[in-house]
């Protein structure tokens, strides 16, 4: 390979990416759209089960609007690991296309391919729809109003160590690149979303977790740009931590508390995201929104578990991932009331005896799990 003419390209493909956010839009306006289209994907593994839950109560909620046709729900097959793998693409041109008549979307896990398993090694979906329809802001709420955690974190999404994570360069057998990317734009989107976030919630405190100290250019460049948005936003405290020790923070229990929002770049907000919904009941109770100025896109913050599938326990997966994930898509759209009353019977449900998830046949189906929530709006 020209691994020079290779760089070449990519920093070429960079700066058209820097001028294409210069020129961005203003957020679309959900009020003024009629109906608003949303797409549903259901993905791989547990994917298409537990979508299905969470859709059914997304259109329980939505009823009066889907009568009247101011929301429109579209189901989109296609995006799974089979069609993906044959058409040699994260995402295939027609489910893509169909996506891009879309306003919002709900989308199930989809599994991304590793090195040496039995699909080709395409780029994970997830990171090509977050790229494809610059989905900037990948927000990740973790509660847990018993122990005083409120935490919302602003991962960044469309940059970092994943905008080139297929294209690093093997120069020789022994010598491997990968890189990391951060633009001003890049850093200064996500920075403005979570500072707007906590002023429009009543938050009081910003943290920017970085690695600034040792990725000094691409980190750096980061920070740099989160302290000029948070002068900006005077009434907020601001400060900045490192990966390390907010890792080991989110475990400190006299610490943790006292952080409210964060913003990240992309790998530290995945990993960070991780540990902190373990403290909620895992990565199955956590929803994620991935916003841009045009799309939003809604989905799980797990993968599709596909041991599950493989030992037939499908319909006993956790779909509160996807239940939230459905909830932050409706207040995304303009609908708060429907979503917090979502979160509410989701708090019933998760403390009912009767209705335990234990990813076995000694536990309630998801469909059950479902049909509780369902009740409990209809309350
Ligand atoms: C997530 C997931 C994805 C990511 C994977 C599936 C590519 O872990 O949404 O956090 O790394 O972003
Ligand atoms: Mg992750």
Same mark, same amino acid.
């Given at each position: 390979m020209d691994y020079v003419r290779h760089f070449e390209t990519l920093v070429k493909e960079q700066l058209a990416r820097v001028e294409r956010m210069k020129a961005a839009s203003d957020p679309v306006s959900y009020a003024e759209?009629? *109906?608003?289209?949303?797409?549903?994907l259901g993905g791989d593994g547990i994917g *298409?089960?537990?979508?299905?839950?969470?859709?059914?109560?997304?259109?329980y909620s939505l009823k009066d609007e889907l009568a009247s046709g101011k929301v429109e729900i579209r189901k989109i097959d296609g995006l799974t690991i089979e069609n993906r793998a044959k058409a040699g693409a994260a995402i295939p041109e027609e489910v893509l296309t169909e996506i891009r008549q879309c306003h919002v979307l709900l989308k199930g896990p989809t599994t991304t391919p590793r090195a040496g398993d039995e699909y080709p090694n395409i780029e994970s979906a997830n990171v090509a729809m977050r790229k494809e329809l610059d989905l900037f802001a990948n927000v990740r709420p973790v509660q847990v109003p018993d122990e005083g955690i409120d935490w919302t974190f602003f991962r960044e999404n469309t940059e970092g160590a994943y905008v080139l994570g297929s294209k690093g360069i093997e120069v020789t057998a022994d010598l491997a690149f990968d890189f990391k990317v951060i633009t001003s734009q890049g850093a200064e989107r996500i920075a403005r979303a979570a500072f707007e976030f906590a002023r429009?919630?009543?938050?009081?405190?910003v943290t920017a977790v970085t690695k600034a100290n040792v990725i000094k250019t691409t980190d750096g460049k980061f920070l740099v740009i989160c302290k000029e948005v948070a002068k900006e936003y005077p009434e907020i405290t601001f400060d900045d931590w490192y990966i390390d020790i907010m890792t080991a923070k989110l475990i400190d229990k006299k610490r943790r508390t006292d952080f409210q929002v964060f913003i990240l770049p992309n790998l530290y907000g995945d990993i960070l995201t991780d540990e902190a919904a373990e403290f909620q009941g895992g990565v199955g109770t956590a929803g994620s929104a991935n916003i841009g100025s045009r799309y939003a896109m809604f989905e799980a913050i797990h993968g599709s578990a596909p041991r599950m599938v493989a030992e037939g326990r499908e319909i006993y997966a956790d779909p509160s991932s996807m239940i939230r994930a459905a909830a932050m898509l409706l207040a995304h759209i303009g609908y708060p009331q429907k979503a917090a009353a979502i979160y509410q019977a989701l708090e019933k449900v998760a403390n009912h005896p009767d209705y335990r998830l234990t990813g076995r046949a000694d536990g309630v189906t998801n469909q059950a799990y479902g049909e509780y929530i369902m009740r409990e709006l209809e309350k």
């Open positions: 759209l009629s *109906p608003i289209v949303i797409g549903v *298409p089960v537990i979508t299905e839950v969470a859709c059914r109560i997304m259109e429009k919630n009543g938050k009081t405190r």
